[in-house]
């Protein structure tokens, strides 16, 4: 932790500038107001169940792949087209039964256009030895409709 005395003995005036700085930002932080998300809101008792985070996502398999972000270069094939194709081609590698694959659901809390979402992340992983990998896509759950918001998607993951 710096002192003033730590600041006193520095000979090098561009460092105690630097360090002054880093004290200022420090304060600036701690002081600026944070604004938490309130999950009283309704729809936020509790995130959707893994099997409607599964649901919303097959009933949206029709979304072009070229509206997500980061999904231009997440093709499995030149031909995907829609986050269907993306999954066909994702889900196609779990066959191997010499690997362990998983799917990993997760949905946290976020406020997304003033209305409170769940920011939820379906990825499908493999461990083939030495090849491990997991890709998948986060998209928003509207909690109040419970909806799958198709205006913004990602992909997500890597290998």
């Given at each position: 932790?710096?002192?003033?005395?730590?600041?006193?003995?520095?000979?090098n005036?561009?460092?105690?500038?630097?360090?002054?700085?880093?004290?200022?930002?420090?304060?600036?932080a701690?002081?600026?107001?944070?604004?938490?998300?309130?999950?009283?809101?309704?729809?936020?008792?509790?995130?959707?169940?893994?099997?409607?985070?599964?649901?919303?996502?097959?009933?949206?398999?029709?979304?072009?792949?070229?509206?997500?972000?980061?999904?231009?270069?997440?093709?499995?094939?030149?031909?995907?087209?829609?986050?269907?194709?993306?999954?066909?081609?994702?889900?196609?590698?779990?066959?191997?039964?010499?690997?362990?694959?998983?799917?990993?659901?997760?949905?946290?809390?976020?406020?997304?256009?003033?209305?409170?979402?769940?920011q939820?992340?379906?990825?499908?992983?493999?461990?083939?030895?030495?090849?491990?990998?997991?890709?998948?896509?986060?998209?928003?759950?509207?909690?109040?409709?419970?909806?799958?918001?198709?205006?913004?998607?990602?992909?997500?993951?890597?290998?």
């Amino acid at each position: 932790m710096l002192t003033t005395g730590d600041l006193e003995r520095e000979t090098n005036p561009l460092n105690k500038h630097l360090y002054a700085l880093v004290i200022a930002s420090i304060f600036v932080a701690c002081a600026a107001p944070k604004t938490p998300l309130r999950l009283d809101k309704a729809g936020m008792e509790s995130p959707p169940s893994d099997q409607r985070v599964l649901q919303l996502l097959l009933q949206n398999t029709d979304i072009a792949l070229s509206n997500g972000a980061h999904c231009a270069s997440a093709q499995t094939s030149p031909k995907d087209a829609t986050l269907g194709d993306y999954f066909a081609g994702v889900w196609q590698h779990q066959t191997n039964a010499n690997a362990e694959n998983w799917l990993e659901i997760s949905c946290l809390p976020v406020l997304r256009k003033e209305r409170p979402h769940w920011q939820c992340d379906v990825a499908t992983h493999s461990n083939e030895g030495e090849a491990f990998w997991g890709y998948g896509v986060r998209f928003h759950v509207d909690a109040n409709t419970q909806q799958f918001d198709r205006d913004e998607f990602m992909c997500i993951g890597g290998g």
